[in-house]
């Protein structure tokens, strides 16, 4: 299975169905139902943590040490600096109010806590403003290999990291501010972006291809899996990336790999720029 909780934002109504929408699933499931938000969301120091318990703390503490006992090697620079630079540790769940404190002063992101998944108009409209949506529950013990909901192991170690990387973390503001009025096909190739870069992108280091998607990063199969010689890797390439389908619920066969985030930020501003969707 793909990452149990990958927060895909949702798309519109004229769009196809989002991995969160497929029949059968948010019909069984009501945490995949996305919500709309009643106002702005507490952001930054304004966030109240809330009190974990000990199978919480010991959830987090499971799933930190297994991802992070297998991405040595498998993850980017990028990332692993930037779990440094956020201070997660193995002790506990993080508190979202010094996880956006460390985001904010390496990239001027912050993070916004959020109930669950969000209907694409809150989520974009969150990005723009350079706040990062975040959970702040985490799976059940039951679910520690699978869930089908967002959940804040994902959303702090899968995506923090990445915005503490200056190139990154403007892709992913320019993101937002693209997405909030990109309508029909646009839509759809936004989607296939985020999925193919911020969920499972892949960047070739000097040592070596490594991974920096969130869902990659944060799933112990995919993992395993991504850098694996069962998935065809081609260079990144926009329009490439818009022409191609994916489906959610197994396996990822293909995977498009960077040269730098530079070419993210660069490819990103040009594509988004001559669709009209950023100005020039
Ligand atoms: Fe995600």
Sequence with gaps: MTDPSISTPEVGEDAPLSAYEKPGVADIDPRCIPQNLDGSPPAGDEIVTPEYSDEDNANWTFLFNRQMSMLPGRAGAAFMTGVETLGMTPDGIPALPGLSRHMKQATGWQ???IPGLLHERDFFGLLAKRLFPSTDYIRGKEELDYTPAPDCFHDMFGHMPMLTQPAYADFYHMFGKAALDAKGQDRVSLERLHWFTVEFGLIQQEEGMRIFGAG???SKEEVQHALSGKVEKKPFDIEAIINQDYEVWHLQPILYVLDS?????????NWAVGRGLLPG
């Design 261 to 269: 985030f530079e070419q993210l930020v660069d490819g990103f501003k």
């Design 216 to 218: 990659v990063l944060s």
């Design 111 to 113: 993070i916004a806590r």
